[in-house]
């Protein structure tokens, strides 16, 4: 059966593109069904039909709080099975977070632990890193401290700056973004007790995206 999949984005949207084009392809079995954004002019709002658009300012409310439950109030009403924030730059709030806790994926461009929150390129080039890449992770309250389901890994190329590091890598997360959501709306991953599960079995360190765009165990 087609998945639900809500994707929070603020703004290119180009992870939410290759989402798209995957399920053109047949290579996902899902559909979007709703595109939320905290900036009305997202270009990721462009990429759905406007039935499916949500955007507010959070400025138009008291607080965090406030915005954090309309937008959960308008996710709910998708119905999605699973809510992805793909380049969603806000910090989610707890009640949002427990709301749609074991559903809601976050991709980030960094080997996490590595890196949380901003500038992920340049601080992956000011340790002088050898490898650079990105995580799907659960979302937990902590930013980007959810556990990690799947990473792609890069070299890092002697005379890479951060915007030549960040285009080569954002292939690769569309990539990864694809095969985790592949996973989720197969029914094969799970959170239970704050740990990833692939097929009922504990991930004890995220899967690993290979060449061919699979993901693999790190110890197959
Ligand atoms: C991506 O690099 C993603 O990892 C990060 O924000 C960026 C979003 O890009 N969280 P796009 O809007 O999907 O093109």
Redesign the pocket.
Same mark, same amino acid.
């Given at each position: 059966m087609s998945r639900r999949i809500a994707v929070l @984005? !603020? %703004?290119? %949207? !180009? +992870? &939410?593109q290759a989402i798209l084009e995957a399920i053109a392809a047949g290579a996902l079995d899902a559909e979007i069904v709703g595109v939320f954004s905290d900036r009305a002019d997202a270009a @990721?709002l462009d990429k759905v039909p406007e039935a499916l658009r949500w955007s507010a300012s959070p400025r138009a409310w008291p607080d965090r709080a406030a915005f954090d439950a309309a937008l959960a109030d308008a996710v709910a009403a998708a119905r999605p099975d699973w809510i992805v924030? @793909? %380049?969603y730059m806000r910090i989610l709030g707890e009640a949002f977070i427990a709301r749609f806790e074991g559903r809601l994926l +976050?991709?980030?461009?960094s080997l996490l632990p590595k890196y949380r929150g901003l500038h992920t390129h340049q601080r992956a080039l000011d340790a002088g890193d050898a490898e650079h890449g @990105?995580s799907v992770h659960f979302v937990v309250p902590e930013l980007d401290a959810g556990t990690v389901i799947a990473q792609a890994r890069i070299p890092v190329l002697a005379g890479d700056d951060a915007a030549a590091l960040?285009a080569r &890598? &954002?292939p690769r997360?569309h990539a990864l973004l694809v095969a985790t959501l592949r996973l989720a709306t197969a029914g094969r991953l799970a959170e239970r007790d704050g740990k990833a599960h692939l097929d009922d079995q504990p991930l004890f360190s995220p899967l690993s995206l290979d060449s061919t765009g699979d993901l693999t165990r790190p110890d197959d």
């Open positions: @984005a !603020s %703004g290119r %949207g !180009s +992870n &939410l @990721a924030c @793909a %380049g +976050n991709i980030h461009p @990105a960040a &890598l &954002l997360e």
